[in-house]
């Protein structure tokens, strides 16, 4: 799934999300790539085809961190 988000619509950087069933993620900012973060690829339980809730969980930790680096940018 692909998602754009931004901290201030109007004055801020826009960045894009792309995650994957399995938890896996990419923020890129102006195409570039900014962070990637790789899922286990074994774990006891892990669902053979991905879930929905492990692909929303990527996105809102993408968002964590994007809103962590602007508050420390700001300090």
Known sequence: MK?????????G???????DRHGSYTIRLDGRVVKRVTSVSS???RPRWGSR???????????G???????????
Request: aromatic share 8%; no cysteine; hydrophobic share 45%.
């Open 3 to 11: 998602t754009t988000y931004a901290i201030d619509p109007v004055n």
């Open 13 to 19: 950087p826009v960045y894009e999300i792309e995650a």
């Open 43 to 45: 774990y006891v339980g």
């Open 53 to 63: 809730k492990l692909e929303l969980a990527a996105i809102e930790e993408a968002k």
């Open 65 to 75: 961190l994007i809103d962590a680096h602007h508050v420390q940018s700001q300090l």
